[in-house]
């Protein structure tokens, strides 16, 4: 089983401010990484897929990046509807696997 | 517009059993991958179960292998999840998800989930 490590586990940033979230995948899981969003009693929102294509109607700010097994997740300027919690998950190999996920909150 | 409603959660006995509905619409049901995604109160994301627009191949985690079985109805586009033999770390909001393509992909339509309580 691939394992997701995902860091920090809480991130405190102020409005306006860049965040920076990283996925690890225990090994190889080439560009088959996802970012999905999830606010407090919703589904989960694709974010990026292939570990950079944003998804419809994502807006411009949100960025994703890979070199290797590192992930990252980029939020440019950080709006109020951001503060959310964040999940990496690999769909290269089976099972299926996510991150524990990121909690950007208001610093 | 996809849209994936959920059904068929409640309160269950330890043991028990229940089967979950994901009714789909908006897109070729047989064209994509289709699949379970569930959430532990206060917790992370786990996979479930998956199944190809095909319904040709299913795919399980092991923590339900052997007690969970997913099916698919084309004529009605609906997706089931029968569970049997439910335990309390059952317990958890199933979602139903859309995969990107027939056979894989990422998950990029997601149902508003339906919660499953595992209690004597």
């Known amino acids: 089983e691939i394992v997701m490590t995902q860091s920090p586990a809480t991130l405190s940033v102020s409005p306006g401010e860049r965040a920076t979230l990283s996925c690890r995948a225990s090994q190889s899981v080439n560009s088959n990484l996802a970012w999905y969003q999830q606010k407090p009693g919703q589904a989960p929102r694709l974010l990026i897929y292939g570990a950079s294509t944003r998804a419809t109607g994502i807006p411009a700010r949100f960025s994703g990046s890979a070199s290797g097994t590192e992930f990252t997740l980029t939020i440019s300027s950080l709006q109020s509807e951001d503060f959310a919690v964040y999940y990496c998950?690999?769909?290269?190999?089976?099972?299926?696997?996510f991150g524990g996920g990121t909690k950007v909150e208001i610093k | 517009e996809v849209q994936l409603l959920e059904s068929g959660g409640g309160l269950v006995q330890p043991g028990g059993s229940l089967r979950l509905s994901c009714a789909a619409s908006g897109f070729t049901f047989t064209r994509y991958a289709v699949g379970w995604v569930r959430q532990a109160p206060g917790k992370g994301l786990e996979w479930v179960s998956a199944?190809?627009?095909?319904?040709?191949?299913?795919y399980y985690a092991d923590s339900v292998k052997g007690r969970f079985t997913i099916s698919k109805d084309d004529s009605k586009n609906m997706m089931y999840l029968e569970m049997n033999n439910l335990r309390a770390e059952d317990t958890a909001v199933y979602y139903c998800?859309?995969?990107?393509?027939?056979?894989?992909?990422?998950?990029?339509?997601w149902g508003q989930g339906t919660l499953v309580t595992v209690s004597s």
């Open positions: 199944i190809r627009g095909s319904g040709s191949n299913t």
């Open positions: 998950q690999q769909y290269n190999n089976w099972p299926l696997t």
């Open positions: 998800a859309k995969r990107r393509y027939e056979a894989a992909g990422d998950f990029d339509f």
